[in-house]
């Protein structure tokens, strides 16, 4: 099977109802999306399909055939995953860090949907992310920050 996964062709032998997030984890070595509920309640194994959140953890490998999938790894220059990453930097965002990266690509749909959102629109839009150790009022500060940056470009 092939999958596109940041702008690159995977391929790889697995279960076709292997979960995506055992595929980026287990086979393809992209360990920055994290496991955590397991059941798509707690948003930590958040990535993007076809620009979309979706928890990694709850799609099997054939829904996600023929999609482009982002994840945190991916890595462009000037892109808004680039400035969602240096304001969660900026901000001092993580606690212990696990649920972030999943924030922060929640963050990433949820501004590609919506790039100028208001502080209700940003909480209800980050709302299905869990974070245990409370870092909400930071994560909405660094996604605040990089909607006052791209004001003023
Ligand atoms: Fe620890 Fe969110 S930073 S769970």
Redo the contacts with the bound molecule.
């Keep these: 099977m092939t999958l596109n996964i940041n702008n690159q062709d995977h391929t790889f032998e697995a279960d076709a109802n292997m979960p995506l997030l055992w595929v980026l984890r287990d086979l393809l070595e992209m360990t920055g999306t994290k496991y955590a509920c397991g059941i798509g309640q707690c948003g930590?194994c958040t990535v993007l399909v076809d620009g979309k959140a979706a928890r990694s953890c709850s799609i099997p490998i054939t829904s996600a055939l023929g999609k482009k999938i982002t994840t945190i790894e991916h890595s462009e220059p000037n892109s808004l995953l680039r400035s969602l990453k240096d304001a969660w930097v900026e901000n001092d965002t993580?606690?212990?860090?696990?649920?972030?990266s999943g924030?922060i690509m929640n963050a990433l749909a949820l501004l590609k949907q919506n790039p100028n959102p208001t502080e209700e629109e940003i909480e209800l839009g980050m709302r299905g992310n869990?974070?245990?150790?409370?870092?909400y009022p930071r994560i909405k500060k660094s996604i605040q920050l990089v909607i006052q940056k791209n004001k003023k470009l």
Excluded: F, H, K, L
């Design positions: 930590a993580p606690q212990c860090g696990y649920c972030q924030q869990i974070c245990r150790c409370g870092t």
